[in-house]
C-alpha cells in the first residue's frame, strides 16, 4: 500500500480540503492511502471521517516569521520516524519551501498544489509571495486547479513543462436531492464560502437587500462559518432581512444543500478554482459570478459573469436566471469528473512511489 502524506494546514471546511476529501472517498484505498499534517489543530472538521476511512492526521508547529529553524527541524525529525512516507502532496504553498527541501532529502516524491492565484494583501501577502518564488524550482510535480493558479504560482514557463500537471477539481456527478430546510414555497439564492473578505458577503447581502424589495419572500441560504459571520449577521439585521437570511455553518451536506437552491450567487473578489461552482452546475443551478472568477468554472450554459459594484444589476440577474438544467455531461467532459481526478491522481502516486524506491 502507498502512504501519501497531504500538507493541507487544516481539515475545516473549504476549498482544497473538500476537494481532496471528495478524492479520498472515492480512491482505492486498499491501494492508495492518505494521511495528513496540519498546523491548525482546532480547525478539524474532517478529522473525524479521514480516521474513519484508515488515515492518519499528525499536528506541526504553524510558521509565524521567526521559526523557520523549527520548522525544519520537526519536518526532518517527522521524516526520521516515518520512513514509510514516498510522497508529500502539499496543499499548504506559503511556507511549503521550508520543509519541501526537508522531504527530498529523505528521498520523498513531493508535489506542491496550487488551489489560488492570489495570497491576499499587505505585508503578510508580501512575504509570502517571496517565500512561495522557489517552490516552482523544488517540487518534483507542478500541480494546478486551473491554469490561472498555476501560472500564478509557478510562472507560465514551469506550466509548459512536463512537471506541471494540471487537475481539475474533481467532483461526483451522482444525482442530488433536495434537503429539506423549510423553504417550500421559497425563491431561494445561494452560496458556498467561508466568510472572510475574498468571498465578499457584505456586497452579496446588498444584493440580497434589492431582491427582497422586489420579492420579500425570496430567502438567502449561507454555507459557511468564518471570522466574519457575525459582522455579517449584523449587517443582515442594519438592511432588514435578517428573517430571510438562512446561515448553516459548517456542513458536510453540501449537494444536498444545494438541491435547496434556486440560483446559485458567488460575488468573490478573487478565487483559484472555485469548487463549489462546479458543484453548483453539477446540481443543475443557475450560477452569477463575479468576472474576477476563471472562466475555466463556465462548462455549461448556466453561467453568467457580472461585474462587481452593482447590486442592481446582480439582482436582475439573480431573479431572471431560475430554468435548472441538468449539466452532468458538461462536467465530466471538461474534466470535472470525480473518475477522472481519482485515476490521474493513482497513476501518479504509483509512478511517484515506483521513482522514489528505485
Known amino acids: 500500500m502507498i502512504r501519501v502524506l497531504h500538507m493541507i494546514a487544516s481539515l475545516d471546511v473549504g476549498g482544497s480540503q473538500t476537494v481532496m476529501m471528495n478524492i479520498y472517498r472515492n480512491i482505492d484505498r486498499e491501494k492508495i492511502q492518505f494521511d495528513f499534517v496540519i498546523d491548525h489543530p482546532k480547525e478539524d472538521y474532517f478529522a473525524e471521517e479521514i480516521r474513519s476511512l484508515g488515515g492518519r492526521v499528525f ?10 529553524g523549527e520548522i525544519k527541524r520537526d519536518w526532518n525529525n517527522f521524516f526520521y520516524t516515518h520512513p514509510e512516507y514516498t510522497i508529500l502532496h502539499s496543499h499548504t504553498r506559503s511556507y511549503a519551501s521550508l520543509y519541501l527541501p526537508v522531504a527530498k532529502a529523505h528521498g520523498v516524491k513531493t508535489i506542491i498544489h496550487s488551489h489560488s492565484t492570489s495570497t491576499g494583501g499587505g505585508v503578510k501577502g ?3 509571495a517571496v517565500m512561495q518564488l522557489p517552490l516552482r524550482h523544488q517540487a518534483d510535480v507542478l500541480m494546478a486547479c486551473s491554469l490561472d493558479a498555476g501560472e500564478w504560482l509557478y510562472g507560465k514557463k514551469a506550466c509548459q513543462s512536463d512537471r506541471f500537471i494540471l487537475l481539475p477539481n474533481g467532483i461526483d456527478t451522482r444525482e442530488r436531492y433536495r434537503r429539506e430546510l423549510g423553504l417550500e414555497g421559497r425563491y431561494v439564492i445561494g452560496n458556498v464560502g467561508r466568510f472572510y473578505d475574498v468571498k465578499n458577503h457584505t456586497f452579496l447581502l446588498d444584493v440580497f437587500e434589492k431582491i427582497h424589495e422586489r420579492e420579500p419572500e425570496a430567502m438567502l441560504l449561507l454555507v459557511g462559518v468564518g471570522p466574519l459571520q457575525q459582522q455579517m449577521a449584523q449587517k443582515a439585521v442594519q438592511l432588514g432581512v435578517a428573517e430571510q437570511v438562512i446561515m448553516t455553518g459548517n456542513r458536510d451536506d453540501v449537494p444536498e444543500l444545494l438541491g435547496a437552491m434556486d440560483v446559485f450567487a458567488f460575488p468573490s473578489l478573487w478565487e483559484g478554482l472555485p469548487m463549489t461552482v462546479v458543484e453548483a452546475q453539477a446540481a443543475g443551478l443557475p450560477c452569477v459570478l463575479s468576472d474576477t472568477i476563471t472562466k475555466e468554472v463556465n462548462v455549461s450554459p448556466l453561467v453568467e459573469y457580472l461585474p462587481l459594484g452593482d447590486a442592481e444589476q446582480w439582482a436582475d440577474a439573480l431573479l431572471t436566471r431560475r430554468a435548472r438544467m441538468d449539466v452532468s455531461e458538461n462536467i465530466a467532459r471538461a474534466g470535472f469528473d470525480i473518475r477522472s481526478s481519482v485515476r ?9 512511489d515506483r521513482a522514489a524506491r528505485s
Do not use: Q
Open 59 to 68: 499536528t506541526m508547529p504553524a510558521f509565524h516569521g521567526t521559526n523557520a
Open 126 to 128: 508580501a512575504v509570502k
Open 344 to 352: 490521474r491522481l493513482t497513476e501518479l502516486y504509483t509512478e511517484l
